[in-house]
């Protein structure tokens, strides 16, 4: 199994920054991609930013204000949330796809993180 740790949301004033951390551990043969989903109060979880192969992938509503990054030897994932918005408010979820030990012929399983409570609010 493939557990996922997250860490560093809050509350913050609008203009503030926040880092969120996900950490992956458990039988984990490879990842193939980390990353952010969030979801408001009334919304649907979107996706915030990913990344797969050293390569990222933002939404339009944060390009240029966040930024993902991601420590292989960790199997951490770090995402740096500069400019916040009171619209930036929500749960924030890790996801990672992942390939554990157990897994045959290469297969996939997505596991997701707990979450972890952004508010921006003065």
């Known amino acids: 199994q493939v557990q996922l740790v997250e860490s560093g949301g809050g509350l913050v004033q609008p203009g503030g920054s926040l880092r969120l951390s996900c950490a992956a551990s458990?039988?984990?043969?490879?990842?193939?991609?980390m990353g952010w989903y969030r979801q408001a109060p009334g919304k649907e979880r979107e996706l915030v930013a990913d990344?797969?192969?050293?390569?990222?992938n933002y939404s339009d509503s944060v390009k240029g204000r966040f930024a993902i990054s991601g420590d292989n030897a960790k199997n951490t994932v770090y995402l740096q949330m500069n400019s916040l918005k009171p619209e930036d408010t929500a749960v924030y979820y890790c996801?990672?796809?992942?390939?554990?030990?157990?897994?045959?012929?290469?297969?996939?399983?997505?596991?997701w993180g707990q979450g972890t409570q952004v508010t921006v609010s003065s």
């Open positions: 996801r990672a796809i992942v390939q554990t030990l157990q897994s045959p012929g290469g297969i996939t399983y997505t596991y």
């Open positions: 458990g039988t984990i043969r490879r990842i193939n991609a």
């Open positions: 990344i797969r192969s050293d390569t990222p």
